[in-house]
């Protein structure tokens, strides 16, 4: 019998606090591989274009930021938790990123064709270098459509609001779940619903359910899969 080789280009896709950047940046430590979160991407773009003040609703401008934007994304500079570093004009925005004014507005950004062109085109050179985790939301189905592994992380809109306030908690700062848990089924409304690339598993992903499973576990199962 021969042994399959591990794979090398990994999709991790799934709805918003799903678990896959702590299961992706685990399993691209294990394997000494590139963890690259593509969500970083769409929410810098968000950002930027909330900084300055632009209107959101204007696609082509919301574009042409896209296309021109420089966004560094480098190995976690510090250890508070996060993935990576996240810097805009040097200035490190990783934490600024995930605030409440960009989660309400990514998925505007995010649903415009031309911006998923731009910012997929990158992704995709990044990818194709191989040994790499990419997670997002359409990286099975559209970035890398050929990948060697395609997961599919989910859990109810319940269980990943809980894991969203207790990071938040976490950190120090007051959250409300109600309100949690009805930014995240909004978000999941607006990601799975749009014309381009909406969220869903591709037909070759293995789908995880993860609301009974912690992290090992869920980590353990997808480790088994790649060796
Ligand atoms: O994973 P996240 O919550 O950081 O993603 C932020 C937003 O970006 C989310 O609303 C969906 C969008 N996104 C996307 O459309 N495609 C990706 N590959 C990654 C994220």
């Not at 200035?91 to 990514?106: F, L």
Request: glycine share 6%; proline share 4%; hydrophobic share 40%.
């Amino acid at each position: 019998m021969t042994n399959k080789p591990t794979p090398s280009i990994i999709a991790l896709d799934g709805p918003a606090a799903s678990g896959k950047s702590t299961l992706g940046k685990k399993l691209a430590d294990s394997l000494g591989y590139l963890f690259f979160d593509t969500g970083v991407m769409y929410r810098a773009i968000t950002w930027i274009a909330l900084q300055h003040d632009m209107n959101l609703r204007d696609e082509a401008a919301i574009t042409q930021l896209a296309q021109n934007a420089q966004i560094d994304i480098r190995p976690p500079s510090k250890d508070d938790g996060r993935s990576c570093d996240v810097i805009i004009g040097e200035k490190d925005v990783t934490w600024d990123m995930r605030g409440e004014e960009v989660d309400a507005n990514v998925s505007v950004v995010s649903a415009y064709a031309n911006v998923r062109k731009a910012l997929s085109e990158q992704q995709r050179r990044i990818g194709m270098r191989g040994k790499v985790v990419m997670v997002g939301r359409d990286i099975g189905t559209v970035v890398l459509p050929d990948a060697d592994l395609k997961i599919y992380l989910d859990a109810s809109a319940e269980e990943r609001a809980k894991r969203r306030y207790n990071e938040i908690i976490a950190r120090g700062e007051p959250a409300d779940y109600d309100e949690i848990l009805r930014k995240v089924i909004e978000r999941d409304r607006i990601d799975s619903t749009r014309a381009v690339a909406p969220l869903r598993p591709a037909d070759d992903a293995i789908l995880i359910d993860s609301d009974e499973l912690d992290v090992e576990q869920v980590f353990a199962h997808v480790l088994s899969l790649c060796k």
